[in-house]
């Protein structure tokens, strides 16, 4: 069976920046360039085909990444909007493992903000090839130069202008292409015009791109070392080689609201964003021999996807998005669900365009699609064919650091709303829910107020049940300081068949952000390798349940390493509660500290509200990392506590009378003060 569409044709991209700085614009011209929409969409009038979520037009803001596939120059384009604010990281997160190459948007005033540090390091982390647009060229303050600078010195990486603007703000007129050597004047229409007067700009930027391009590219040094010209395509190519290795990242300029250099933009990222077939194989793990192995990108290779995404729709049901690495697969077939060992079947299959679609009998090696009829699948789980088991890398989320108690306002209600609940936490990873069996109480988790603000609308709007929700709370969590060994014995005897788990727990703490580890260290059949699970189960059960002060354990490295085994008596119930009982015991001898969530926030305000506005940083526990000036404004960078940050948006407001404003979003948990560690631990003794 022949492909339906060349796989080197392909391009699986993103499109990711801090809020506001027009990523839903910029998509929404991209379709409309590319044929896929005839009028174009608005966030402003909430008439954005990306941002289909009600709330989504309501508040001008992405919510949930959206999928689309458009064509431009015999190109297939598969593109993921996603959201620009910090509450709904997880959808940055888990679209950046899926993809290959990603479209990064400034915006020309604010240049490099929080959050853009925040994607840009998620990008990073998955080896994602970038290009640049600074966006906004044409409002008041747009500054070209300065961006691309702090590209350089904040994001530490080497950004090389392949366009530069013909003037900024109400005087931006055109975009000068030092790869062809052309001005384009805007409208587009005109083609090129007489490049008069940007003539000397032309030729000694496009010197400087050609210098730059030799110092990192052993090609065109040759050619630039033997005085020859570079010609635009070999230009085109070494940029395409350098993007595609992370070595740069090529700028782009233009103004997505008045449709200026969004061509240019879909040219480049033919040009030089990679296809499938250009990014290194993936990795996987042969269930069958342990070892890892390389899956080529082709579809003479078994099939192999990760699902990144689980949607309800309240019209077809449950739709699981998949990333397909390797082999085809058909509507109807039977697949193995890797990460759970459970055999599933994959109904019908559709290419996406936001919240539309269009069905399909089979998909490819390279393609995006979303599938009907996986019952047990979710967010990081495998799908291989059930003959050639392997394991792709799951997607790691960050820890929910804002909690709150909720119940619905009439009690007929519950199990609609522990059904909602469970719906919701299955399509967001970053969104937890828990039962409290001692108070009885419902209590949800997730990024920040935003984010817990959005999944209470969701419940009314979308199951139609009214929620009470209490305050919002930090998300405490606990570790350990110092290694501990700790025994578990569960022995009962009460005539008949008895109970018995004996188990031995090397408790150690794990580095920061590593999450629960668990290695079995049994040797010569001490515990025989069946129970091995069931203590995993235990151990993990202690940790949730939490140490000092009640709330959960994490970064905890956990062996077993000994233990003991009764032939008739021995039970998986028996071993998860000796291993439940060692790690109660180890956690209290561990030295156990309490951590609290530490945000980066990041304040810009005029020059006169500096000094009242760091007095109130101060005051809120903050440690300030820096302070750029720029002309009449200043931008603070800072930690502080999240505990500390309740009221803020509120108290910034007045004390620079509604003119500084303020990014948020998670940095990492860090051990709370001792003083307070104290108040809360006491507190905490009274109420459990």
Same mark, same amino acid.
């Given at each position: 069976?022949?492909?339906?569409?060349?796989?080197?044709k392909?391009?699986?991209?993103?499109?990711?920046?801090?809020?506001?700085?027009?990523?839903?614009?910029?998509?929404?011209?991209?379709?409309?360039?590319?044929?896929?929409?005839?009028?174009?969409?608005?966030?402003?009038?909430?008439?954005?085909?990306?941002?289909?979520?009600?709330?989504?037009?309501?508040?001008?803001?992405?919510?949930?990444?959206?999928?689309?596939?458009?064509?431009?120059?015999?190109?297939?384009?598969?593109?993921?909007?996603?959201?620009?604010?910090?509450?709904?990281?997880?959808?940055?997160?888990?679209?950046?493992?899926?993809?290959?190459?990603?479209?990064?948007?400034?915006?020309?005033?604010?240049?490099?903000?929080?959050?853009?540090?925040?994607?840009?390091?998620?990008?990073?982390?998955?080896?994602?090839?970038?290009?640049?647009?600074?966006?906004?060229?044409?409002?008041?303050?747009?500054?070209?130069?300065?961006?691309?600078?702090?590209?350089?010195? +904040? @994001?530490?990486?080497?950004?090389?202008?392949?366009?530069?603007?013909? $003037? !900024?703000?109400?005087?931006? /007129? %055109? &975009?000068?292409?030092l790869?062809?050597?052309?001005?384009?004047?805007?409208?587009?229409d005109?083609?090129?015009?007489?490049?008069?007067?940007?003539?000397?700009?032309?030729?000694?930027?496009?010197?400087?791109?050609?210098?730059?391009?030799?110092?990192?590219?052993?090609?065109?040094?040759?050619?630039?070392?033997?005085?020859?010209?570079?010609?635009?395509?070999?230009?085109?190519?070494?940029?395409? +080689? @350098?993007?595609?290795?992370?070595?740069?990242?090529?700028?782009?300029? $233009? !103004?997505?609201?008045?449709d /200026? %250099? &969004?061509?240019?933009?879909?040219?480049?990222?033919?040009?030089?964003?990679?296809?499938?077939?250009?990014?290194?194989?993936?990795?996987?793990?042969?269930?069958?021999?342990?070892e890892e192995?390389?899956?080529?990108?082709?579809?003479?290779?078994?099939?192999?996807?990760?699902?990144?995404?689980?949607?309800?729709?309240?019209?077809?049901?449950?739709?699981?998005?998949?990333?397909?690495?390797?082999? +085809?697969?058909?509507?109807?077939?039977?697949?193995?669900?890797?990460?759970?060992?459970?055999?599933?079947?994959?109904?019908?299959?559709?290419?996406?365009?936001?919240?539309?679609?269009?069905?399909?009998?089979?998909?490819?090696?390279?393609?995006?699609?979303?599938?009907?009829?996986?019952?047990?699948?979710?967010?990081?789980?495998?799908?291989?064919?059930?003959?050639?088991?392997?394991?792709?890398?799951?997607?790691?989320?960050?820890?929910?650091?804002?909690?709150?108690?909720?119940?619905?306002?009439?009690?007929?209600?519950?199990?609609?709303?522990?059904?909602?609940?469970?719906?919701?936490?299955?399509?967001?990873?970053?969104?937890?829910?828990?039962?409290?069996?001692e108070?009885?109480?419902?209590?949800?988790?997730?990024m920040?107020?935003?984010?817990?603000?959005?999944?209470?609308?969701?419940?009314?709007?979308?199951?139609?049940?009214?929620?009470?929700?209490?305050?919002?709370?930090?998300?405490?969590?606990?570790?350990?300081?110092?290694?501990?060994?700790?025994?578990?014995?569960?022995?009962?005897?009460?005539?008949?068949?008895?109970?018995?788990g004996?188990?031995?727990?090397?408790?150690?703490?794990?580095?920061?952000?590593?999450?629960?580890?668990?290695?079995?260290?049994?040797?010569?059949?001490?515990?025989?390798?069946?129970?091995?699970?069931s203590?995993?189960?235990?151990?993990?059960?202690?940790?949730?349940?939490?140490g000092l002060?009640?709330?959960?354990?994490i970064?905890?490295?956990?062996?077993?390493?000994?233990?003991?085994?009764h032939?008739?008596?021995?039970?998986?119930?028996?071993?998860?509660?000796?291993?439940?009982?060692?790690?109660?015991?180890?956690?209290?001898?561990?030295?156990?500290?309490?951590?609290?969530?530490?945000?980066?926030?990041?304040?810009?305000?005029?020059?006169?509200?500096?000094?009242?506005?760091?007095?109130?940083l101060?005051?809120?526990?903050?440690?300030?990392?820096?302070?750029?000036?720029?002309?009449?404004?200043?931008?603070?960078?800072?930690?502080?506590?999240?505990?500390?940050?309740?009221?803020?948006?509120?108290?910034?407001?007045?004390?620079?009378?509604?003119?500084?404003?303020?990014?948020?979003?998670?940095?990492?948990?860090?051990?709370?003060?001792?003083?307070?560690?104290?108040?809360?631990?006491?507190?905490?003794?009274?109420?459990?």
């Amino acid at each position: 069976m022949s492909r339906t569409f060349p796989l080197e044709k392909i391009r699986n991209i993103g499109i990711i920046a801090h809020i506001d700085a027009g990523k839903t614009t910029a998509t929404e011209m991209i379709l409309h360039h590319a044929g896929r929409t005839y009028k174009v969409g608005s966030v402003d009038e909430g008439t954005a085909v990306m941002d289909w979520m009600e709330q989504e037009r309501e508040r001008g803001i992405t919510i949930t990444s959206a999928a689309t596939t458009c064509h431009w120059r015999k190109h297939r384009i598969n593109i993921i909007d996603t959201p620009g604010h910090v509450d709904f990281t997880a959808e940055v997160e888990r679209s950046l493992r899926v993809l290959d190459g990603g479209v990064v948007i400034f915006d020309g005033v604010a240049g490099v903000e929080a959050q853009s540090e925040a994607v840009w390091r998620q990008a990073d982390k998955y080896g994602v090839a970038r290009i640049c647009f600074i966006n906004k060229m044409d409002r008041t303050g747009a500054d070209f130069h300065h961006t691309v600078t702090m590209i350089n010195e +904040r @994001l530490q990486n080497r950004a090389l202008p392949i366009q530069l603007p013909m $003037g !900024s703000e109400k005087d931006f /007129r %055109g &975009i000068i292409d030092l790869v062809e050597n052309k001005v384009i004047a805007f409208p587009v229409d005109s083609n090129s015009i007489s490049i008069e007067g940007t003539e000397t700009l032309l030729a000694k930027h496009r010197q400087e791109l050609i210098e730059n391009l030799a110092d990192l590219d052993e090609q065109i040094m040759l050619l630039y070392l033997e005085g020859q010209d570079v010609s635009a395509t070999q230009i085109k190519a070494a940029i395409r +080689r @350098l993007t595609i290795s992370n070595r740069m990242v090529p700028v782009l300029c $233009g !103004s997505a609201l008045r449709d /200026r %250099g &969004i061509q240019l933009l879909l040219d480049a990222i033919v040009d030089y964003l990679p296809s499938p077939v250009d990014v290194p194989p993936i990795s996987v793990t042969d269930l069958e021999s342990g070892e890892e192995i390389l899956r080529l990108p082709s579809d003479d290779e078994p099939f192999a996807a990760l699902a990144f995404k689980t949607v309800f729709d309240p019209f077809m049901g449950r739709l699981v998005y998949l990333r397909v690495y390797s082999g +085809r697969v058909k509507a109807g077939a039977q697949v193995l669900n890797a990460t759970i060992d459970k055999k599933e079947r994959v109904g019908k299959l559709y290419v996406m365009h936001a919240n539309h679609r269009e069905e399909i009998e089979h998909t490819e090696t390279g393609s995006i699609v979303a599938s009907l009829g996986l019952k047990m699948t979710s967010t990081g789980d495998t799908l291989c064919e059930t003959k050639r088991p392997v394991l792709l890398e799951a997607i790691r989320f960050a820890e929910p650091v804002l909690s709150m108690a909720v119940e619905p306002k009439s009690k007929v209600d519950q199990d609609k709303l522990d059904d909602s609940l469970t719906k919701l936490a299955m399509e967001d990873p970053t969104f937890k829910v828990y039962h409290d069996e001692e108070t009885g109480q419902t209590l949800i988790s997730g990024m920040g107020e935003l984010h817990l603000e959005v999944l209470m609308e969701r419940i009314f709007r979308e199951y139609g049940i009214r929620v009470n929700a209490g305050k919002p709370q930090v998300a405490y969590k606990e570790t350990i300081t110092i290694p501990v060994e700790s025994e578990g014995r569960f022995i009962r005897q009460s005539g008949g068949r008895g109970q018995y788990g004996h188990v031995w727990l090397r408790i150690e703490p794990g580095e920061r952000g590593s999450g629960f580890e668990f290695r079995d260290q049994i040797r010569s059949g001490a515990i025989p390798k069946g129970f091995t699970p069931s203590v995993e189960a235990g151990a993990k059960s202690a940790l949730q349940s939490g140490g000092l002060a009640g709330y959960p354990v994490i970064d905890v490295k956990v062996t077993l390493y000994d233990g003991s085994f009764h032939e008739v008596d021995s039970s998986d119930v028996a071993f998860k509660m000796a291993a439940f009982m060692a790690m109660r015991d180890g956690i209290d001898k561990a030295k156990p500290v309490i951590l609290e969530p530490i945000m980066e926030v990041e304040i810009t305000t005029p020059n006169q509200f500096l000094g009242d506005i760091i007095g109130d940083l101060n005051s809120r526990r903050a440690h300030i990392e820096g302070i750029e000036s720029r002309a009449e404004s200043s931008t603070i960078r800072c930690l502080v506590p999240l505990a500390e940050t309740f009221g803020f948006a509120g108290d910034l407001r007045s004390l620079s009378q509604g003119r500084a404003s303020h990014t948020m979003c998670f940095h990492r948990y860090e051990e709370l003060p001792q003083d307070l560690s104290e108040q809360i631990t006491a507190r905490m003794g009274r109420t459990r």
